[in-house]
């Protein structure tokens, strides 16, 4: 299915290259929105869009943030900066999961203890993992900090099932096609496809509505579908938003 999302940058709704996002938060950018994130968020309330996620690139975001939410309370998630001080706060501003990534790792090692307090802080069926990945030596290894630094964490089926104990669903960036528009990393989405027990949401590279076809296709409909710079309500030519919200109503969602 077709999950939407939310970039935000400076307070703004943005579609960037991934792995262009450096520490002085500086960034290729595809598309620089003229309307506000609530706008966003009042079209997928509208569509009936849910488990999209709204991802806060650096500070400066968060009212952008909490006004996209009171507008679609419940029906999106939020990423960025999240740690156990504030996760039980965005979901009462109104996110249905809050999403984690780089916070998670300590020099490249995912720490257990902090993935375990953050689960102590809003529970595990609220929390979504962020396994961004890139690949490297022929196989796709999570990255954190902005997507620039490998972890040990090679994505495999045993890292999957574990993860998958402590968190409601998973979401992963193809991050060498992310923001391209050249085409998904299908042997990304064949692993997420084969190994993944719980949801996940694969973002990275969708040109065309065919994309979100193949993803289907190739997961048995196990795996959803972010589109970003593609998207026409992002200033893209390649898939058009009505075709989206068709495809998911077709599809029973």
């Not at 309307?35 to 968060?62: C, F, K």
């Not at 630094?149 to 099932?161: E, H, K, N």
Request: charge should be negative.
């Amino acid at each position: 299915m077709f999950r939407p999302c939310i970039d935000l940058r400076q307070g703004k709704v943005v579609q960037i290259v991934g792995a262009s996002l450096a520490e002085d938060g500086s960034a290729t950018v595809n598309y620089e929105s003229d309307q506000p994130s609530a706008w966003y968020a009042a079209r997928y309330r509208d569509d009936a869009l849910t488990g999209g996620h709204i991802v806060m690139l650096g500070e400066g975001n968060e009212d952008a943030a909490r006004a996209a939410l009171e507008v679609w309370p419940g029906g999106m998630q939020i990423g960025g900066g999240i740690n156990p001080d504030n996760a039980a706060g965005w979901l009462e501003a109104g996110a249905s999961h809050v999403v984690v990534t780089s916070w998670l790792f300590v020099d490249g090692e995912l720490c257990p203890d902090r993935l375990e307090a953050l689960a102590s802080a809003v529970g595990r069926d609220r929390i979504v993992i962020d396994l961004s990945c890139r690949r490297r030596d022929g196989a796709h290894w999570v990255v954190s900090e902005r997507w620039q630094r490998f972890t040990s964490f090679r994505l495999t089926a045993d890292v999957l099932g574990n993860l998958a104990e402590s968190c409601a669903e998973f979401l992963v960036h193809g991050v060498d096609v992310e923001g391209l528009g050249q085409g998904i990393d299908v042997e990304l989405v064949e692993l997420l496809s084969e190994c993944a027990t719980i949801p996940v949401t694969y973002a990275g590279g969708a040109r065309s509505i065919a994309d979100l076809h193949t993803v289907h296709d190739i997961s048995g409909g196990r795996v959803d579908l972010t589109i970003g710079s593609a998207l026409d309500i992002f200033g893209g030519s390649g898939i058009r938003y009505a075709d989206c919200v068709e495809f998911n109503r077709s599809h029973g969602r």
